[in-house]
């Protein structure tokens, strides 16, 4: 297999085995194209495949575009988006990877500031920042979660379009995404915030309201907590 081909026509250089490239140090940034393949563009724009590591963010999907001088990643078809909790048990490894993942995530990731693609400043703190522009979602058909009970047809969290910051030193208890909770007709639909559990999982703790609430169209009534 060569090593590269070079498109006369669009001057595109596609390469073969490229394991990984690191596009931040200091943001700690890095893709892992998918069959080790990758096309170098224009000014040193480049697509490919794959899986990208920002801070403690994973991002998984068929079509991702680096933009060289703008230093972001465009997340064109991005499948899911996983995060990494900080352990603060001493025992076990200092960082776990979330049990839920974002999906159909769509937007982009600025790694640094323009004019710090070096990383030689280290007081942009903020840095690397995501924006997802449509709806994600969580979904709880896992066949870990009651054997695959809960279909993602009608049991999932819509998560709000969102920016987050901070993507190599968010703290556990700042992670929050608001959006809408829909539990397949058990409970009515609700405005919620996940937020990391106990379980490192993404879920909330809501009080049922005194009286408690109606579920299964109000055929009958809970008065414990939703969870």
Known sequence: ???????????????????????????????????????????RDMSFAGIINAGRTEYFGSQFYFEYDNFKINLI????????????????????????KLEGISGNIVIDAEGNKSGRDTSFNNFPILSVNKKSYVYYDDK??????????????????????????FTNAGLAFDGEFISAGIFPNVDE????????????????????????????NYENQIR
Request: aromatic share 8%; hydrophobic share 35%.
């Open 193 to 220: 915030v996940l937020k990391i559990q106990e379980d490192f999982s993404l879920g909330f703790i809501r009080e049922s309201p005194k009286g408690g609430i109606g579920i299964y169209g109000d055929k009958a």
């Open 144 to 169: 870990s979660i009651q054997n695959g009970a809960y279909k993602r047809e009608d049991f999932k969290f819509i998560v709000e379009p969102f920016e987050m910051d901070s993507l190599d030193n």
């Open 77 to 100: 078809e991005c499948d899911s988006m996983r995060l990494r909790a900080m352990n603060t048990d001493r025992n076990g490894p200092a960082q776990i990877r979330l049990g839920s």
């Open 1 to 43: 297999k060569r090593s590269a081909e070079l498109s006369l026509v669009s001057k595109d250089l596609k390469i073969n085995g490229v394991k990984k490239v690191t596009l931040s140090d200091e943001q700690f940034v890095r893709i892992y194209p998918n069959n080790q393949e990758m096309v170098l563009k224009k000014n």
